[in-house]
């Protein structure tokens, strides 16, 4: 792999599949390539924190982080994710207010807005707004609106502002898939399929979900079966033990012996 792809895949497995083991040995495989930029100690730190849920395990890679140059607004921060990792969701939210009064940074509010997604729904979404209003040429606003949405069930918002977050980030395979989700949702399943083709064909970490979801578009959609059948397949071959797949061939089965 080159240094891109693993960056790419370390990032992906924190944010897309939380799969923090698989994370932290790509970001550490980064490291010893000679990756030691003080980002990369921070997702190491947060990865640590989740796999093991001790402070102690983040603390090495955070004082890496902080040797690497990084500002205390972004410490700060990565002790929000490490306090959130433990189940410390006070203490968690305390940070990123205080990371967020330092450096109101398009990163930092997003960490804020992760913090109180759970907590408070109406905060979140003010803080999301902040982001569009202080940063409206970024991206991170519109993906977290948009998000907050589709746990809303407002789909219809939700595709609006994810499209504006694809427009500025084209690469980013977590809003293009909510993108897809939302679509699912509103019944436009061609859009939704592109959506998650376009994700599988990066995703190497997660690519049971993505072969699943195009599948279930192709038989909503379309009415393929043959098709929808193949792809619900290749899911479960990649992952023998997936449910979703799996009732799915069966309802294909049972459809054709009635």
């Known amino acids: ?5 693993l960056l790419r895949d370390a990032v992906s497995a924190y944010y897309n599949v939380r799969d923090y083991a698989r ?3 790509l970001f550490k495989e980064l490291v010893a390539s000679g990756h030691n930029e003080a980002k ?10 989740h796999v093991t849920k001790d402070r102690a395990a983040a603390e090495p890679w955070l004082n890496k982080a ?3 140059g990084a500002a205390d607004d972004e410490i700060i921060a990565c002790r929000c994710a490490i306090e959130w990792a433990v189940g410390s969701e006070e203490e968690s939210l305390r940070l990123a207010k205080q990371a967020a009064r330092m450096n109101p940074s398009a990163e930092n509010l997003r960490t804020l807005f992760a913090a109180l997604q759970d907590v408070s729904p109406k905060d979140a979404e003010f803080v999301c707004r902040e982001m569009i209003k202080r940063y409206p040429r970024r991206p991170e606003g519109y993906d977290c609106l948009g998000a907050l949405e589709l746990e809303q069930d407002r789909f219809e918002e939700s595709v609006r502002h994810l499209e504006r977050a694809i427009e500025l980030d084209p690469d980013d395979l977590n809003t ?3 993108l897809g989700d939302a679509y699912y949702e509103l019944g436009e399943y061609a859009k939704a399929r592109k ?5 599988e064909k990066h995703e190497t970490a997660n690519p049971h979900s993505g072969l699943y979801l195009i599948g279930m578009c192709i ?5 393929e079966r043959d098709l929808a059948r193949q792809y619900f397949e290749r899911a479960l071959a990649e992952k023998p033990d997936f449910e979703e797949a799996q009732q799915a061939l069966t309802e294909l089965d ?3 012996a009635e």
């Open 176 to 178: 293009r898939a909510s």
């Open 40 to 49: 990369t100690f921070i997702m190491l730190a947060c990865c640590e924190a």
């Open 23 to 25: 994370a932290a040995a």
């Open 219 to 223: 038989l909503k959609g379309d009415g």
């Open 1 to 5: 792999m080159t240094e891109e792809e």
């Open 195 to 199: 959506c998650f083709v376009e994700v």
């Open 66 to 68: 902080k040797l690497a």
């Open 254 to 256: 049972t459809d054709v």
